[in-house]
Nanobody
Framework: QVQPVESGGGLVQAGGSLRLSCAVSGLTYRSLAMAWFRQGAGKEREFVAG????????YYADSVKGRFTIFRDDLRATAYLQMMNLKSDDTAIYYC????????????????WGQGTQVTVSS
């Protein structure tokens, strides 16, 4: 059973930084592509960033490109989202997702989901 668990959310001022973590239980972490999605109040859940199972490919939503970095540590079975120069528009619940597949931006493409962690950016 694969279960992502997010941590690292919190309150930060605009322009600040935050690092989210996603720990994945189970023995198959190395075979999983990982991604981060977010959902703001009253908005639909949207793709933020993704990383392939090997870590060789990453991709980002245009709104976070150049500010956010996704990476993974296979020894710790953990994926991370480093967020810099945060803006009020980044305020949302951030969800970690995983699957044994390619890099897709659609919510329906991802199999395993965490419970989410709240990120609030104050202006």
């Amino acid at each position: 059973q694969v279960q992502p668990v997010e941590s690292g959310g919190g309150l930060v001022q605009a322009g600040g930084s935050l690092r989210l973590s996603c720990a994945v239980s189970g023995l198959t972490y190395r075979s999983l592509a990982m991604a981060w999605f977010r959902q703001g109040a009253g908005k639909e859940r949207e793709f933020v960033a993704g990383i392939s199972w090997s870590g060789s490919s990453t991709y980002y939503a245009d709104s976070v490109k150049g500010r956010f970095t996704i990476f993974r540590d296979d020894l710790r079975a953990t994926a991370y989202l480093q967020m810099m120069n945060l803006k009020s528009d980044d305020t949302a619940i951030y969800y970690c997702a995983a699957h044994r597949g390619g890099l897709g931006r659609g919510i329906d493409e991802w199999t395993y989901w965490g419970q989410g962690t709240q990120v609030t950016v104050s202006s």
